[in-house]
């Protein structure tokens, strides 16, 4: 029954290390996200996907790649890990946007906590 | 550029009074939506309600309610009758309508509310 999920809840790795986090939905929507909370609890969006598309690189290093093997499935692979990278990162999905549709919810995954060491 | 200001960091709420949680936004687009989301400890995040820039009633939803001041640029959330586990973090947010932003959320900082028994 569950909207969005991501794998896996908790992550604990050394500075350096390569890790990936994946995110499904199963509510058919057709644009998916990655935001990023940090310490402070602010969120701020990372990417967006659209139908497999990337729309959105808000100035995320490139050491961040999100890939879309479908457009259920949004995964994030982290490379070369830094200790600022620790954070709580949520994946999120919605409808596709159409022009002068202002609703379409975000429903989010329940985060993963990654924590750099 | 779109902005969300929520200007109290921590709110107190007395068990079954009203509270008023603040949220003042910035955008030069004339269609865009606005939503608020509540992060309780076990750090979901979860869809509370939503208003659109061209609704003219305000939103309800159960005990919430969205003050919405168009000309003031303000959307505030009121939370009728609070209840113990009405404390968590809450968010306001906008939506970018932007088609090449692939409509994205832009977050305010939060706004901590405890409710006292």
């Known amino acids: 029954d569950t909207a969005v999920s991501q794998t896996p809840k908790y992550l604990v790795t050394q500075m350096g290390n390569d890790k990936s986090i994946k995110c499904e939905q199963n509510?058919?929507?057709?644009?998916m996200y990655w935001y990023k909370q940090d310490s402070k609890k602010f969120l701020k969006i990372m990417f967006s996907?659209?139908?497999?598309?990337?729309?959105i690189n808000e100035t995320v290093p490139n050491r961040f790649s999100p890939k879309s093997p479908d457009k259920a499935h949004l995964n994030l692979h982290i490379n070369s890990l830094e200790l600022g990278d620790s954070a709580v990162y949520f994946c999120?999905?919605?409808?596709?946007?159409?022009?002068?549709?202002?609703?379409?919810?975000?429903?989010f995954g329940p985060g993963t906590r990654l924590t750099v060491l | 550029a779109q902005k969300i200001t929520q200007t109290q960091p921590g709110m107190f709420v007395q068990e079954k009074e009203a509270v008023t949680l603040d949220c003042t936004y910035d955008?030069?687009?004339?269609?865009?939506?606005l939503f608020w989301y509540k992060q309780p400890s076990s750090g979901e995040m979860i869809f509370l309600i939503y208003?659109?820039?061209?609704?003219?009633q305000n939103a309800t939803e159960g005990r919430y309610s969205l003050n919405f001041q168009k000309a003031r640029k303000s959307a505030n959330l009121v939370i009728s009758a609070s209840q113990l586990g009405d404390s968590a973090m809450y968010f306001c947010a906008m939506r970018d309508q932007t088609y090449n932003q692939g409509g994205k959320l832009i977050f305010g900082q939060g706004t901590e509310l405890s409710v006292k028994p």
């Open positions: 996907y659209n139908n497999k598309e990337l729309i």
């Open positions: 955008t030069s687009d004339q269609s865009y939506g």
């Open positions: 509510l058919g929507h057709d644009t």
């Open positions: 999120a999905s919605s409808q596709d946007l159409s022009r002068g549709s202002s609703y379409n919810e975000q429903f």
């Open positions: 208003q659109g820039s061209y609704d003219e």
